[in-house]
Antibody, heavy 123, light 105 residues
Framework: EVQLWESGGGLAQPGGSLRLSCAAS????????MSWVRQAPGKGLEWISG????????YDADSVKGRFTISRDNSKSTLFLQMNNLRAEDTAVYYC????????????????WGQGTLVTVSS | SYELTQPPSVSVSPGQTAGITCSGD??????VSWYQQKPGQSPVVVIY???KRPSGIPERFSGSNSGNTATLTISGTQAMDEADYYC?????????FGGGTKLTV
């Protein structure tokens, strides 16, 4: 059974940093690209970052470029999101999600999602 | 940047057919997926690659994609189908989500 478990959320001050983790199990982690998707309170889904199965290729939404960095440790089946220079508008539930392929491309979709971790940015 | 547009809300009576649209420029040239999200829960994919259903998704869920519009169709809609639905595509190295549609049964 595929399981994704996010951790690392919490309260951060504007301009501060947080590092999210996502522990994966139930599949060959290195064979699949992974994503971070967030959802602000009462709002829709926003994809923010993706990384290929090898970790070589990364993709970011414009809203987080230069501030957030996605990475993975395939030896530990763990996905990370380093979030720097946090803003109030980064307040959201952050989901870790698995894709159905080694890398992104036409047809990419997210077949399993974690339960999410809440990040609140406030002074 | 590429945009996917969905109606904010759709209402349907139990047992009837619900259709949720997703529009984008030449969307028919891309693969579209659909996600269902119930309150307090994580999203679940109900359709991928335009019309494929993952295992465990009821047959009443179907999808199509042509021209500039993709459609999620729920036949014989049940009360348990009340949820937010999001379409999704891939464009210019990014995953794109539509704004979401609240389905009321």
């Amino acid at each position: 059974e595929v399981q994704l478990w996010e951790s690392g959320g919490g309260l951060a001050q504007p301009g501060g940093s947080l590092r999210l983790s996502c522990a994966a199990s139930g599949f060959t982690f290195s064979s699949y690209a992974m994503s971070w998707v967030r959802q602000a309170p009462g709002k829709g889904l926003e994809w923010i970052s993706g990384v290929s199965g090898t970790g070589v290729f990364t993709y970011d939404a414009d809203s987080v470029k230069g501030r957030f960095t996605i990475s993975r440790d395939n030896s530990k089946s763990t996905l990370f999101l380093q979030m720097n220079n946090l803003r109030a508008e980064d307040t959201a539930v952050y989901y870790c999600a698995k894709t159905g392929a080694l890398d992104y491309g036409s047809g990419s979709f997210l077949d399993y999602w974690g339960q999410g971790t809440l990040v609140t940015v406030s002074s | 940047s590429y945009e996917l547009t969905q109606p904010p809300s759709v209402s349907v009576s139990p047992g009837q057919t619900a259709g949720i649209t997703c529009s984008g420029d030449k969307l028919g040239d891309k693969y579209v997926s659909w996600y269902q999200q119930k309150p307090g829960q994580s999203p679940v994919v109900v359709i991928y690659h335009d019309s494929k259903r993952p295992s465990g998704i009821p047959e009443r869920f179907s999808g199509s994609n042509s021209g500039n519009t993709a459609t999620l169709t729920i036949s014989g809609t049940q009360a348990m189908d009340e949820a937010d639905y999001y379409c999704q595509a891939w464009d210019s190295s990014t995953v794109i989500f539509g704004g979401g549609t609240k389905l009321t049964v």
